[in-house]
């Protein structure tokens, strides 16, 4: 059986807030994980373990003091075009209307216009926001707002896409309806993105998405815990998956307890 190709590799990664100073944070320490072709990992914690320093290290919005962070055969070293980012928040501009903020990110890497005018129309359809292309985000429900930022992430097609609690400011059935369209366009590889990194607070949510959980400890942040998923995702039911829920979610309960 052959191994599937690694997309990303976070070797020995460490960070520290204030490194220099004698307030100096260590958060993250002795980071290691990697990403393989047509994976999707979920990285879960407590409050303050690291988690989202983590992702953005990934990005490469941040630098870690230690350690690399490998895309393919190459390091990351500041943002980079391959890799895109959904935060929590609506992070979309308020004075372009859909159309323009889904196309945003093609036109800052120069495509043609005839390249962002058929991947910002085809990105409309998948995510289902057709009716909405001339609307501007104040018109829009917090859940279509979030949709528009899928949207523009995906248009640019990253081989990596990092998801940042991206469904945590919307309502349960909002949230499950984005999260059931985004895994639909996944599974059937209807955009060319390879993997995805997120980070949840979810255990419920990690387990239904994920190929692989990734478990990190606080204060430092170190990985404690690495679960495979092996059921096919459409076997995936709160019941079926009930024991993998309740083992996270008890090692979860542990490291919060244990650091109080």
């Given at each position: ?20 100073s ?5 958060v ?5 994980f ?8 979920s990285i879960?914690?407590?409050?303050g373990?690291?988690?989202s320093t983590?992702?953005?290290?990934i990005?490469?919005l ?25 935060f929590?928040t609506f992070?979309i ?7 323009q ?11 043609s ?14 995510i289902?926001?057709e ?7 104040r ?7 979030q949709?528009?930022?899928?949207a523009?992430a ?11 609690e991206p469904?945590?400011?919307?309502d ?6 984005l999260?059931?369209d ?5 599974s059937?590889?209807?955009i060319?993105?390879r993997?995805?990194?997120?980070v949840?607070?979810?255990?419920d ?6 190929d ?8 430092p942040?170190?990985i404690?815990g690495n679960?495979?998923?092996?059921t ?5 039911t ?23």
């Open positions: 059986m052959n191994k599937k190709k690694k997309i990303l590799e976070v070797s020995n990664v460490s960070h520290s807030f204030q490194p220099m004698e307030n100096s944070n260590l993250l320490d002795g980071i290691n990697h990403v393989c072709d047509r994976e999707v990992i879960l914690g407590k409050s373990s690291g988690k983590l992702l953005r290290i990005s490469g941040i630098i870690p003091d230690f350690g690399t962070v490998t895309l393919g055969d190459k390091k990351v070293l500041g943002p980079n075009p391959q890799i895109n980012m959904v929590q992070a501009y308020p004075w372009l209307t859909v159309y903020n889904i196309a945003f990110g093609l036109q800052a890497q120069n495509y216009q005839e390249t962002i005018d058929n991947q910002v129309n085809k990105m409309l359809h998948l289902s926001l009716k909405y292309r001339n609307a501007y985000p018109e829009l429900s917090g859940g279509m707002r949709r528009v930022g899928f523009r995906l248009a640019v097609e990253p081989e990596l896409l990092l998801l940042d469904f945590s400011s919307l349960i059935y909002t949230g499950e309806n999260r059931s985004l895994m639909r366009i996944w059937t590889r209807q060319k993105t993997a995805m990194v997120m949840t607070h979810s255990v949510e990690a387990v239904m998405m994920s692989r959980i990734i478990l990190l400890g606080s204060k942040g170190t404690t679960y495979e998923i092996t096919p995702r459409e076997n995936r709160k019941q079926a998956m009930h024991d993998l829920i309740e083992e996270i979610g008890e090692e979860l309960s542990d490291q919060i307890a244990a650091s109080v």
